[in-house]
């Protein structure tokens, strides 16, 4: 994003919303134009603090979307501050940590070299593919969320349902 430090917050929003969609409608999103993707909540969060003085939570290893301590951040009112997420297409998997504050993906592990790459040239140019694709993914999910996100009726519609859902 273009100052993070004015819109984090929506990315940071963009992440929590992620993990609502992905547990109340489940994990396939067509992002029109006939492509459709599946995305997982991984084994990492990282809740924002909601002032500067509290600690940075952050849990690793097994489900935590699943574990008692991410339920308790939501209640209390943290957004997720980076996610580690997998994002399929087809036979193809990218694994990375989404920074929602800064829209940034880290970490990423590219779907498996096509076969077929004889040089070193094709592998890297393919693997510069993947991230070009990964990249427009992640931005098409995000511009999902923003047509929902600043709809005139969203805090009496979608966020509510989702409160919901962060309080249950």
């Known amino acids: 994003m273009s100052d993070a430090s004015n819109h984090g ?8 919303w992620l993990w609502y969609r992905l547990e109340t409608e489940g994990g396939d999103f067509d992002l029109g134009g006939g492509t459709v993707i599946g995305v997982a909540m991984d084994d990492y969060l ?7 003085d509290e600690t940075l939570q952050t849990m690793r290893k097994g489900m ?13 009112g943290h957004r997720l501050k980076k996610a580690k997420l997998i994002v399929a297409q087809g036979e193809r998997e990218w ?11 880290r ?9 077929s790459c004889e040089s070193q ?9 993947h991230f070009i694709e990964i990249h427009s993914i992640v931005r098409r999910l995000y511009a999902r969320f923003l047509e929902i996100r600043l709809r ?4 009496g519609t979608a966020a509510e349902k989702q409160a919901a859902w962060m309080q249950a």
């Open 9 to 16: 917050f929506l990315g940071e929003e963009f992440l929590t």
């Open 46 to 52: 990282e809740f924002a603090p909601l002032d500067e």
């Open 64 to 76: 935590p979307t699943r574990s008692p301590e991410a339920r308790t951040a939501l209640r209390s």
């Open 95 to 105: 694994t990375f940590v989404l920074d929602g504050t800064e829209l940034e993906l």
């Open 107 to 115: 970490s990423v592990k590219l779907p498996q070299d096509d076969e």
């Open 121 to 129: 040239a094709e592998r890297d140019r393919e693997r510069a593919a």
């Open 152 to 155: 005139p009726d969203y805090l």
